[in-house]
Structure formats: structure tokens, C-alpha cells
């Protein structure tokens, strides 16, 4: 079964500067990549996600790139902002009527002013 | 998100004891999803259903079970809880025609 890795797991930036996270999954039939934010308390929301018929994907300061020779994906925050604190989930799956995850084990981003 | 329910949000409860946990959503979403969430393991898949007659096992199922009562609803079951099934848990919904899932606020389960 697909299973997923994501680093680092933990990750602090100053405001204003970039933050990376990067994933890797092992199931080459994968095709759709998402990306969960969750906030102290509160539960994950999607922020942005990508099919693996495209490389890139853009959503203001956030962007996702996908490698599916290497099988790896990663998001990037532009600009930090102290808001943007969180954990931060990568998941694999399935797009279309069967869709299952598998998510990574979250990296926790600290932002600090 | 208000749209997908979670009861109860927060239980203590007695190693052995008969645990159920239910999610409702108002979203008609046919795809619905358990997951448990634990400090540095992300969030693991127990059980999905893709319709009310379909139920499958995920990642990590034993110990658990569940019921698809009708579309709107879906309960996980500890069946004699134990205490390493403390854990956050989320249930998840989505359409047939986004890959999007949204989550439940969450229920809080300790086994003492």
C-alpha cells in the first residue's frame, strides 16, 4: 500500500522568510496530492492541493511541486506570516469516486515575528 | 465547519468498556472517512465507506468497527477500548465530485 514520508517534522522561520516541507510517497499509481493545514485546536482544512497531470501549482504565497519520477512533492510558503503557524499534513492518493489518503506525520511550523 | 458533526467531543472511559463515536454531516456527501490522530503520527485512516452499503478496512482497523447507518451518518465502535486508543479522532467527509474532504471537529477519547 502507498505509504508516505514527510520532513522535516519540525520547522521555524523567521517572519518574512520561506518555508519548505517536502514529501515523498511510494505508490507510483498515486495521483492526486493534498495539502492539510491544522491549526492549534482546531481541525486540518485543505489549503492547496495538485494532480499529478501538472508540475506546479500556485495560490498566492503558497505553491505545491510535484515530481512523479522521484515520487516526491513539497509546499512552499512565501512571506511568512506569523499566522500561517501551524501543522502542516501531506497526503497521497487516489483522485476521482475512490478517494482514500495517506497522509504524512505533519511538520509543525513556527513562525516568529 | 459546522456542516459535519462529531458526539461525543470529548470522552473518559475505562479500559474494556464499549465505545461508540458518531459523525453526521448535512453535506450529502456520499464518501465518508475515520481517522485517528496521535502527537507525531499524522492522521491515520481506520475505516472509509464510498456509499451506505460500502465499508473498508484502512491503515490501521483492528480494534475498531463501524456502521453506516445512513448516508448522513457514520459511527466508529471500540468494541472493549484499550489504553494505547487514546487519541484524537476525525471523522471526514467528501463528494463524489471533488477529491476535497472536510473534517469533523474532532472527539477526544481517553481509556483510562
Known amino acids: 500500500g502507498e505509504n508516505v514520508e514527510q520532513h522535516p517534522s519540525t520547522l521555524s522561520v523567521q517572519e518574512g522568510d520561506s518555508a519548505v516541507i517536502k514529501c515523498t510517497y511510494s505508490?507510483?499509481?498515486?495521483?492526486?496530492f493534498p495539502w492539510y493545514k491544522q491549526e492549534l485546536g482546531k481541525r486540518p482544512q485543505l489549503i492547496i492541493d495538485i494532480r499529478s497531470n501538472v508540475g506546479e501549482k500556485k495560490d498566492q504565497r503558497i505553491a505545491v511541486t510535484l515530481n512523479k519520477t522521484a515520487k516526491h512533492f513539497s509546499l512552499h510558503i512565501t512571506e511568512t506570516q506569523p499566522e500561517d503557524s501551524a501543522v502542516y499534513f501531506c497526503?497521497?492518493?487516489?483522485?476521482?469516486?475512490?478517494?482514500?489518503?495517506?497522509f504524512g506525520a505533519g511538520t509543525r511550523l513556527a513562525v516568529h515575528p | 465547519d459546522a456542516d459535519v458533526t462529531q458526539t461525543p467531543r470529548n470522552r473518559i472511559t475505562k479500559t474494556g468498556k464499549r465505545i461508540m463515536l458518531e459523525c453526521s454531516q448535512t453535506k450529502g456527501h456520499d464518501r465518508m472517512y475515520w481517522y485517528r490522530q496521535d502527537p507525531g503520527l499524522g492522521l491515520q485512516l481506520i475505516y472509509y465507506?464510498?456509499?451506505?452499503?460500502?465499508?473498508n478496512k484502512g491503515e490501521i482497523s483492528d480494534g475498531y468497527s463501524v456502521s453506516r447507518q445512513a448516508q448522513a451518518k457514520f459511527s466508529l465502535s471500540l468494541e472493549s477500548a484499550i489504553p494505547n486508543q487514546t487519541a484524537l479522532y476525525f471523522c471526514a467527509t467528501a463528494p463524489g465530485s471533488t477529491d476535497t474532504q472536510y473534517f469533523g471537529p474532532g472527539t477526544r477519547l481517553t481509556v483510562l
Open positions: 505508490d507510483s499509481a498515486s495521483n492526486y
Open positions: 497526503a497521497a492518493g487516489l483522485s476521482g469516486g475512490y478517494n482514500k489518503l495517506i
Open positions: 465507506s464510498f456509499d451506505v452499503k460500502d465499508i
